[in-house]
């Protein structure tokens, strides 16, 4: 029967020696897959964070594509205590005067004034009038006021009506007021006994605020409007009335907004040397740390940069003749943009609309295309995308190549372990037939071992 004890027949450490010959077999191998993975873990970080940082720059430049950017106007009140304005594109440039004689207000009744909200009034049926529209609300005999407030409320038929009660210094009264402002929206109500007048009684109403249009005057002539959010008396132009004096006058300018942009383009240029930077250390060389960037020499980074500056140096929209140049904007010696403020003050001032076709000309427009140019990189399915595919079917790879490498050697093993027993089965043996031929010769007659 031969030997199969690992080292019994030679007395060495086979495992331990098969162990260490498969490690160094294996471990160069594993070391450069590490480093790859790793390598390939830390180009799919900086491309994320250079997803991000792209996509936040489109953020920043989606406004340089849109007209209203450019064609939109603000409004300047003399006198803020009487209304506030809020512009559309639609609006027209000018000065107008404004004067609030009344505020719209809804109309308010109140019931006969109670002693006691929790105590039944009586059965019966209330109908209740907004304007044009009614709606019926039935009065059980133990309902109290308070029941009634809460089933008009509660209504699922109510038509714009709100209840509520006020106690004063004669009793608690049901106050009901209209939803809704203006002459139109005038609240009646109406009681229907089951038995008695008690439910007639208390719903004999006091007009306690009588419904009231908006009235004011622009530039002298008289507008009137059921509600205190006037719209477009003004073209463009809506009104919020919060108080009124006759004698008042309140100066209402409208111009252009050339702040909505100048921060426009202020915000591109600061997001463009944002997103520079950003690529400058993912793709530089730092010679104080003597270390590369993560994707120093990346195709993508240089795609990014040559497209994006093609688009700074060349014309947009569709004057052929304008630059970014033009308009006080100018590219560093480092790559970055700086604003002469003086300039582009002047430029916005005197010829808004062209600056605007220069930004935002359909296909042609400065902002378009540079839109463009970063949404081909970061939306679905884009550049970034395909090159994060393509990092992550390299990592497969390794995967791949690991469990092969895992498979060979295990087979290596297997291979060392029976070729060391086969050895140590060899040796063991030998010894044994050692051994025997000595015993034999010390039994020779007249021979003597030396041992």
């Not at 100018?330 to 790559?335: A, D, L, S, V």
Request: glycine fraction near 8%.
């Amino acid at each position: 029967m031969g030997l199969t004890s690992l080292g019994v027949g030679t007395g060495m450490d086979i495992g331990g020696i098969v162990t260490a010959l498969v490690n160094a077999e294996k471990a160069p191998k594993e070391a450069k897959f590490n480093a790859e993975e790793g390598k390939i873990n830390t180009q799919i970080s900086a491309l994320g964070a250079l997803k991000s940082a792209m996509s936040d720059f489109l953020e920043k430049i989606k406004p340089l594509s849109d007209a209203k950017t450019f064609t939109g106007f603000k409004s300047t009140l003399s006198n803020k205590d009487f209304m506030t304005a809020t512009v559309d594109p639609t609006a027209v440039a000018g000065n107008y005067k404004v004067i609030v004689e009344q505020l719209a207000e809804s109309h308010k009744l109140g019931s006969t004034a109670v002693t006691d909200v929790t105590a039944p009034i009586g059965s019966g049926s209330l109908s209740l009038t907004v304007g044009s529209e009614s709606f019926n609300v039935a009065v059980g005999a133990d309902d109290s006021l308070q029941d009634i407030m809460k089933n008009i409320n509660a209504s699922k038929d109510n038509v714009g009506v709100t209840a509520t009660i006020i106690k004063g210094d004669n009793g608690a009264q049901l106050v009901l007021t209209s939803n809704k402002t203006g002459e139109d929206n005038v609240v009646q109500a109406s009681a229907t006994d089951d038995a008695g007048t008690a439910l007639s009684d208390t719903f004999t109403m006091t007009e306690l605020q009588p419904a009231k249009d908006a009235i004011l005057y622009v530039d002298g002539l008289k507008v009137t409007s059921d509600s205190n959010e006037v719209k477009n008396a003004i073209t463009g132009i809506n009104l919020t009335l919060t108080d009124a004096n006759k004698d008042k006058t309140t100066t209402l300018k409208i111009e252009p907004n050339r702040d909505s942009s100048k921060t426009a383009i202020k915000d591109f240029v600061n997001s463009y040397n944002e997103l520079m930077k950003t690529m400058s250390s993912m793709s530089g060389y730092d010679p104080k740390t003597k270390k590369a960037g993560v994707l120093q020499g990346d195709s993508v980074i240089r795609g990014v940069q040559n497209q994006m500056r093609s688009v700074l140096s060349s014309t947009s929209g569709g004057d052929s003749s304008m630059m970014l140049a033009n308009l006080g904007i100018k590219t560093t010696q480092t790559g970055s943009l700086e604003i002469d403020d003086k300039k582009l003050d002047e430029v916005l001032s005197k010829d808004i609309n062209a600056v605007s076709d220069f930004f935002s000309a359909e296909k042609t427009g400065f902002g378009t295309r540079m839109k463009d140019v970063t949404d081909s990189y970061v939306k679905t399915g884009g550049i970034l995308d395909s090159r994060d595919e393509s990092l992550d079917t390299q990592l497969s790879r390794i995967t791949d190549s690991r469990e092969t490498l895992t498979l060979k050697m295990k087979a290596y093993e297997a291979r060392l372990l029976k070729q060391y027993n086969a050895m140590d089965l060899i040796v063991g043996q030998m010894n044994a037939q050692g051994s025997m031929l000595t015993q034999r010769l010390d039994s020779l007659p007249g021979l003597v071992s030396k041992r």
